[in-house]
C-alpha cells in the first residue's frame, strides 16, 4: 500500500524532475490480414488496426487524469510489413499510407512497423520494401522504419547493411525540405527485440500475443536529482545502489501504468521498458546523470564507465520491480534528443568514436547522430557495420539512426522539434571503407552464437 511519504515523493518526481511515461504503444499482429490483393490486405489492415486502437489516446489521456502521471506520447507498433508484402506483392508504399492514414485516424504520435528482418538474407516482399523505405517515409507523416540486418546467431548480412547505407540517405534526401526527419524515422539493427515501445525502432514481433500494451518509462532528470544530493565521495557503488532504488520506483510507476492501460483496453499487458530515455529539456538528460557521477563533461574519459554502471543499476531496479521488463531497458544516448550530447557534441568532446565505445555497454546505439550532408552511402553503411558487430559479439541490441543533413556541414545543426530535438552535425573519418562494402556477402557469426 502507498503511503503519504510514497505519494509526495512521486508528485516531486513529475512536478520537479521531469519524471513521466514516455509512451504507451499497443503491439498488433496483423499476420491475419495477409491476402494475395494487397488493396484487400490494406484494407484489413485499416480495420484491425482502427478497431484495437481507436480508444488508446482516450484510455492514455484517462490514465493521466486519474494519477497525474504525464504520458508522452501513445502509439502502435505492428507486425514487420514485409510479412504482408511478401504475400501480396504491389507497391509496399501502399501499406505505409494505410499505417499512416489509420494513425492519424486514431491520434497517435507514431506507428512503427514499416519494417523487415533480413539478418540472414531477403525472403519475399524484404527487398521491395527496404528499396521503397525512403518513399514510404517521405510521403507519410507518423509512420517509423526499421530494417534488421545482423544477430549474434546468424551474423550480419553485408548486402543489406549496403542497401541500407543507400536507404538512408536516400530518405534524408527525399526530406530535405523537412529537416531531412525521412532519415529520423529510420533505424537499422542488429539483434532486434520484439517488444520495443520506442520509436522509430518498434515493431510487433511475430512470437507475441495478437495485442498487447507496453509501456517506456523516462526518468533521467529523477536519477540525476537523487545523484546531486549525494557526498562527492560516495563511493561508486553506493552510487550504483541509489540509482538502482530510483529505477525501482520509476519502474514500479510504469507497471501501474502499463497494467491499467491493458485492463481499460481489454488487451494483454506486455511489457515494461525502463530505459532512461531523455529530452532536450533542461534536467532531463543521460549526459547530466554520467557528469553529475563526476566528469566534467559527458565525452571524457570515464564515460563508458560511469555509463556501464549507470546501465547495469537501471536494469537491476527494474528487474526488482517488475517481473515483465523487456524490450531494450538501460539508458539512450541520442545525441539530439538530450541537452548534455549536444553541449557535448557541440564543445567537440563528445565524438563519434566515443559514442561508438559507449554503445556497448548501454541500450541501443548511435542514435539521432546528424552528419555532413556530403557523406557517401559507402561512409552509412560502414557506421552500421561497425554498430552492427558490437551487437553481434556482446550479444546485445545495437542499432544505426544517423541523419544525413543535405545542405549542412560540420558545425551547422540541424533542427527537428518537439522530442527529436536539435542536433549538430558531427564530424566522420574521410576515409573511404568502399571497398569493403561494395563486397556485399555475410559476416560469419561468432563463436558465441553456437550456444545450444
Request: proline content about 4%; hydrophobic content about 45%.
Given at each position: 500500500?502507498?503511503?503519504?511519504?510514497?505519494?509526495?515523493?512521486?508528485?516531486?518526481?513529475?512536478?520537479?524532475?521531469?519524471?513521466?511515461?514516455?509512451?504507451?504503444?499497443?503491439?498488433?499482429?496483423?499476420?491475419?490480414?495477409?491476402?494475395?490483393?494487397?488493396?484487400?490486405?490494406?484494407?484489413?489492415?485499416?480495420?484491425?488496426?482502427?478497431?484495437?486502437?481507436?480508444?488508446?489516446?482516450?484510455?492514455?489521456?484517462?490514465?493521466?487524469?486519474?494519477?497525474?502521471?504525464?504520458?508522452?506520447?501513445?502509439?502502435?507498433?505492428?507486425?514487420?510489413?514485409?510479412?504482408?508484402?511478401?504475400?501480396?506483392?504491389?507497391?509496399?508504399?501502399?501499406?505505409?499510407?494505410?499505417?499512416?492514414?489509420?494513425?492519424?485516424?486514431?491520434?497517435?504520435?507514431?506507428?512503427?512497423?514499416?519494417?523487415?528482418?533480413?539478418?540472414?538474407?531477403?525472403?519475399?516482399?524484404?527487398?521491395?520494401?527496404?528499396?521503397?523505405?525512403?518513399?514510404?517515409?517521405?510521403?507519410?507523416?507518423?509512420?517509423?522504419?526499421?530494417?534488421?540486418?545482423?544477430?549474434?546467431?546468424?551474423?550480419?548480412?553485408?548486402?543489406?547493411?549496403?542497401?541500407?547505407?543507400?536507404?538512408?540517405?536516400?530518405?534524408?534526401?527525399?526530406?530535405?525540405?523537412?529537416?531531412?526527419?525521412?532519415?529520423?524515422?529510420?533505424?537499422?539493427?542488429?539483434?532486434?527485440?520484439?517488444?520495443?515501445?520506442?520509436?522509430?525502432?518498434?515493431?510487433?514481433?511475430?512470437?507475441?500475443?495478437?495485442?498487447?500494451?507496453?509501456?517506456?518509462?523516462?526518468?533521467?532528470?529523477?536519477?540525476?536529482?537523487?545523484?546531486?544530493?549525494?557526498?562527492?565521495?560516495?563511493?561508486?557503488?553506493?552510487?550504483?545502489?541509489?540509482?538502482?532504488?530510483?529505477?525501482?520506483?520509476i519502474t514500479r510507476i510504469g507497471q501501474l501504468v502499463g497494467r491499467?492501460?491493458?485492463?481499460?483496453?481489454?488487451?494483454?499487458?506486455?511489457?515494461?521498458?525502463?530505459?532512461?530515455?531523455?529530452?532536450?529539456?533542461v534536467g532531463d538528460s543521460v549526459a547530466h546523470i554520467l557528469e553529475?557521477?563526476?566528469?566534467?563533461?559527458?565525452?571524457?574519459?570515464?564515460?563508458?564507465?560511469?555509463?556501464?554502471?549507470?546501465?547495469?543499476?537501471?536494469?537491476?531496479?527494474?528487474?526488482?520491480?517488475?517481473?515483465?521488463?523487456?524490450?531494450?531497458?538501460?539508458?539512450?544516448?541520442?545525441?539530439?534528443?538530450?541537452?548534455?550530447?549536444?553541449?557535448?557534441?557541440?564543445?567537440?568532446?563528445?565524438?563519434?568514436?566515443?559514442?561508438?565505445a559507449m554503445t556497448a555497454v548501454c541500450s541501443v546505439g548511435l542514435?539521432?547522430?546528424?552528419?555532413?550532408?556530403?557523406?557517401?552511402?559507402?561512409?552509412?553503411?560502414?557506421?552500421?557495420?561497425?554498430?552492427?558487430?558490437?551487437?553481434?559479439?556482446?550479444?546485445?541490441?545495437?542499432?544505426?539512426?544517423?541523419?544525413?543533413?543535405?545542405?549542412?556541414?560540420?558545425?551547422?545543426?540541424?533542427?527537428?522539434?518537439?522530442?527529436?530535438?536539435?542536433?549538430?552535425?558531427?564530424?566522420?573519418?574521410?576515409?573511404?571503407?568502399?571497398?569493403?562494402?561494395?563486397?556485399?556477402?555475410?559476416?560469419?557469426?561468432?563463436?558465441?552464437?553456437?550456444?545450444?
Amino acid at each position: 500500500m502507498l503511503n503519504m511519504s510514497d505519494i509526495m515523493e512521486t508528485i516531486t518526481m513529475i512536478q520537479e524532475e521531469n519524471l513521466d511515461i514516455r509512451t504507451i504503444t499497443m503491439g498488433i499482429s496483423l499476420i491475419d490480414c495477409a491476402d494475395s490483393d494487397i488493396d484487400k490486405s490494406c484494407e484489413k489492415v485499416y480495420n484491425k488496426i482502427y478497431s484495437h486502437a481507436k480508444d488508446l489516446v482516450k484510455t492514455g489521456k484517462s490514465i493521466e487524469k486519474k494519477y497525474g502521471i504525464p504520458i508522452v506520447n501513445k502509439r502502435i507498433a505492428v507486425t514487420p510489413i514485409s510479412m504482408l508484402a511478401g504475400v501480396s506483392g504491389g507497391d509496399p508504399v501502399k501499406y505505409a499510407k494505410t499505417l499512416d492514414r489509420v494513425a492519424h485516424d486514431v491520434g497517435v504520435n507514431f506507428i512503427g512497423g514499416y519494417s523487415a528482418l533480413v539478418q540472414k538474407g531477403f525472403s519475399a516482399g524484404d527487398r521491395e520494401l527496404i528499396e521503397s523505405i525512403p518513399r514510404a517515409l517521405s510521403e507519410t507523416e507518423l509512420v517509423c522504419s526499421s530494417v534488421n540486418v545482423g544477430s549474434t546467431k546468424a551474423g550480419i548480412n553485408m548486402d543489406a547493411v549496403k542497401i541500407m547505407g543507400e536507404t538512408v540517405r536516400q530518405a534524408s534526401e527525399l526530406t530535405k525540405d523537412r529537416q531531412c526527419i525521412g532519415a529520423a524515422k529510420l533505424v537499422v539493427f542488429c539483434n532486434a527485440v520484439e517488444d520495443n515501445p520506442f520509436m522509430a525502432g518498434a515493431f510487433h514481433g511475430v512470437g507475441e500475443a495478437d495485442c498487447v500494451i507496453s509501456v517506456g518509462v523516462s526518468g533521467p532528470g529523477v536519477v540525476r536529482s537523487v545523484l546531486s544530493k549525494m557526498p562527492a565521495d560516495a563511493p561508486i557503488n553506493v552510487v550504483a545502489e541509489a540509482i538502482k532504488k530510483t529505477a525501482f520506483k520509476i519502474t514500479r510507476i510504469g507497471q501501474l501504468v502499463g497494467r491499467e492501460a491493458a485492463d481499460m483496453l481489454d488487451v494483454e499487458f506486455g511489457i515494461v521498458d525502463l530505459s532512461l530515455a531523455p529530452t532536450p529539456a533542461v534536467g532531463d538528460s543521460v549526459a547530466h546523470i554520467l557528469e553529475e557521477i563526476g566528469l566534467e563533461q559527458c565525452g571524457a574519459h570515464g564515460t563508458t564507465a560511469a555509463l556501464a554502471m549507470l546501465n547495469d543499476a537501471v536494469k537491476k531496479g527494474g528487474v526488482m520491480a517488475s517481473s515483465s521488463v523487456g524490450g531494450l531497458s538501460g539508458a539512450f544516448i541520442p545525441v539530439s534528443e538530450d541537452a548534455g550530447m549536444i553541449a557535448a557534441a557541440r564543445n567537440g568532446v563528445l565524438s563519434i568514436e566515443k559514442l561508438e565505445a559507449m554503445t556497448a555497454v548501454c541500450s541501443v546505439g548511435l542514435d539521432m547522430i546528424v552528419i555532413p550532408g556530403d557523406t557517401a552511402s559507402e561512409v552509412i553503411s560502414a557506421i552500421i557495420a561497425d554498430e552492427a558487430a558490437i551487437g553481434m559479439v556482446n550479444s546485445k541490441t545495437t542499432a544505426v539512426r544517423v541523419i544525413p543533413a543535405i545542405g549542412l556541414k560540420e558545425g551547422e545543426e540541424l533542427d527537428f522539434g518537439g522530442l527529436l530535438g536539435y542536433g549538430p552535425v558531427m564530424p566522420l573519418r574521410s576515409q573511404s571503407p568502399a571497398k569493403m562494402i561494395n563486397r556485399g556477402g555475410r559476416i560469419p557469426a561468432p563463436l558465441q552464437s553456437l550456444k545450444n
